[in-house]
Every structure is written in structure tokens, then in C-alpha cells.
């Protein structure tokens, strides 16, 4: 176990109480918005609770299903409904999202989980530690302000020439830079643009592949030097169509698109990447009252290797 970041964790909490830490009750919203919250929340407290009974769950769906009726369990149920993109979710949120991903509280948590490894990030460590000794390129997706780039330094001897590029959203991105320039992160550099993956020794995309409509593989289909390997973790995936949802943060909300699990590996497949393992990510799961065909009980880990890398 490296201690490169052992000695920051005090400048983590300086900068988190410098930002809004916010509670889960969106103090910050205003007043009308705050009531469709609570109401929105209490419509989906109401269909899960009647989803968790058969006959009740019978009743629901047959109300869906009747023309008239089906219009107002849509104003019921609020932004507890399926959607056919991540732009439909996110209309649905409206006000509600309350920035979304760039709340502030978004990077405060993200920043307290670098802390210490999840339960899922030792799959990923797992696979990591082997590629280390030559690992000089990292393209980091949905990597927030780096803190898987904190965490993991902690377990693992990274080059002194690794350069870990994280690739988020612009808000995100310059809490990020703030940040690693207190923590002396030098290795640690911010990018917007999945060009930024060309080359790389690894990808990692760990809870944020839901955040894009096109699946990884279209992604990657537009980068001109495939990524070596692949490390996919904390991904809710289906094995029907897919489908966008909305989760709720507490303080904020965002949409997300539940992939569908074959269709992201054969894509991957056709790219030339061979899937080595998977592993199930049980400590996180999604739900939609209702519609027990969109409920993830484990998200996803797998790791892919590309057929030229040795
Ligand atoms: C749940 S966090 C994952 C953080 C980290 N990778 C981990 O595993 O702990 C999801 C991240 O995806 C980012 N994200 C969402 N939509 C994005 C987009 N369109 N482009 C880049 N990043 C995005 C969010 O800002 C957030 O930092």
C-alpha cells in the first residue's frame, strides 16, 4: 500500500468545508420546486409501496395501460417513469435536478469516498495492480475530481511518469484542478473531450458509463488509438431494452440510461476487446417502482483487454 496521499486527507476536508455542504433535503431549491420534490418523492414512496404487493402491483400496471388513466399516473408518479432517453429524463427533472452532477455536494462526496476503497473498487484494484509497473496512461470517465486517482493511490505504486486523466463535466472539472493543485496532484490532469482516450494504457470507466447515451462502445468507436484494457465498474445494466431513469442524490437529481449488458460486451467484442472477467458490484442497486423489468438489484464490473495488447 503506497502513501502517496496519506498525508492530504486534511486538505480534502479544508476544501469540502470551503464548498455548500448541502443535506439531502435540497435547502437550496426554491419553494415550489421543493414542494414538487416532496411530493414527487412521496408519489414514489406511495408506488413502491404498492409495488411490494401483487394485487396492488396488478392494479398499477392496469391503470398504466387504460388511455385515460395512464395520463394521470404520469402526473402521479412524476420522474418515477421509464424514459427513452437521457434527454427525456432530464426534462422530466426540470428545476428538480438542482445542477445535478456539478452540486457542489456531488464533489464534497465523491472527495470523502477517496478515502478509503469500496467494496468494488478491489475488483478494480484487483486488475490494476498487475499493469502498474507500466502503466503511463489512465483516461479516467466520470472520474469527478479525481477520486479514484486518490483512492487507489493509496494501495497502489504508481509510475512517477503515470499521467491520469480525468474526463467529467466543465464544473466538475474545475473543482478538480482546484483541488489537486492544494493536494500537489501533479499527475493528475483534466480533460473534456473522449479524444483524450487515444492511446491510453487503461480506461476506466467506474459509475458513470449510465451518464451517456451512446454505449461505451460507440464511444470508443470515434477514438483513433484503441485504449489497451478496459476497467468498467459500478454500471447498472439491463438485460432487455434500455432504458433512462432518474436517481435521486438527495440534494440533487440526474438521469441515467440502464445499458443493455449484451449489447455492451459484443459492441466491445466487435472492437477487438476480449472480456477477461466480470464481477457483480452487490453494494449498489436501482430500482423503479413499478416496473420490476428495470430493477438492477447488483450493478456491474468487468475488464476487458484489447487482442494486440500482450
Ligand atoms: C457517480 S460519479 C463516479 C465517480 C468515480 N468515477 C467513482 O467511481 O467513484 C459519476 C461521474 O460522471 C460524471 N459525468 C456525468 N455525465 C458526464 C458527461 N456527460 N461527461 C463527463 N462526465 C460526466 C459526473 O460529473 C460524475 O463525476
Redesign the pocket.
Known amino acids: 500500500m503506497s502513501d502517496t496521499y496519506h498525508e492530504h486527507p486534511t486538505s480534502f476536508h479544508r476544501v469540502l468545508d470551503q464548498s455548500s455542504r448541502t443535506s439531502s433535503e435540497s435547502p437550496n431549491l426554491k419553494w415550489l420546486a421543493r414542494i414538487n420534490l416532496r411530493k414527487t418523492r412521496a408519489a414514489g414512496k406511495i408506488l413502491r409501496c404498492m409495488a411490494r404487493n401483487s394485487a396492488t402491483a396488478a392494479a398499477l400496471k392496469l391503470v398504466r395501460s387504460t388511455p385515460i388513466c395512464s395520463h394521470i399516473y404520469k402526473a402521479f408518479a412524476g420522474y418515477y417513469l421509464p424514459f427513452s432517453s437521457l434527454e427525456e429524463a432530464r426534462e422530466a427533472i426540470g428545476a428538480l435536478a438542482n445542477r445535478g452532477?456539478?452540486h457542489p455536494y456531488?464533489v464534497d462526496r465523491?472527495m470523502e469516498?477517496s478515502q478509503a476503497a469500496r467494496p468494488s473498487d478491489y475488483a478494480a484494484l484487483y486488475y490494476i495492480r498487475p499493469l502498474v509497473e507500466k502503466l503511463r496512461t489512465v483516461i479516467?470517465?466520470?472520474?469527478?475530481a479525481g477520486?479514484?486517482f486518490y483512492c487507489y493511490s493509496k494501495y497502489l505504486h504508481f509510475r512517477s511518469d503515470l499521467i491520469w486523466k480525468v474526463?467529467?463535466?466543465p464544473e466538475?472539472i474545475s473543482r478538480g484542478r482546484a483541488l489537486a493543485i492544494r493536494c500537489g496532484a501533479s499527475q493528475l490532469n483534466f480533460v473534456e473531450s473522449w479524444s483524450e482516450a487515444s492511446g491510453a494504457d487503461l480506461l476506466?470507466a467506474?459509475?458513470?458509463l449510465h451518464?451517456?447515451e451512446p454505449t461505451l462502445p460507440r464511444l470508443l468507436a470515434d477514438v483513433s488509438s484503441l485504449p489497451r484494457h478496459l476497467l468498467i465498474?459500478?454500471t447498472p445494466l439491463v438485460d432487455g431494452a434500455k432504458v433512462a431513469i432518474v436517481q435521486d442524490g438527495g440534494a440533487y437529481r440526474?438521469a441515467c440510461v440502464l445499458h443493455n449488458r449484451n449489447a455492451l460486451i459484443m459492441g466491445l467484442e466487435k472492437l477487438g476487446y476480449r472480456l477477461i472477467d466480470a464481477w457483480p458490484v452487490a453494494e449498489l442497486s436501482a430500482d423503479l417502482p413499478g416496473y420490476p423489468e428495470y430493477t438492477v438489484s447488483g450493478y456491474s464490473g468487468m475488464f476487458f483487454s484489447h487482442h494486440t495488447s500482450s
Open positions: 452532477h456539478a456531488a465523491h469516498y479516467d470517465v466520470g472520474g469527478n477520486n479514484l474526463l467529467d463535466l466538475v476506466i467506474s459509475g458513470s451518464y451517456f465498474n459500478r440526474v
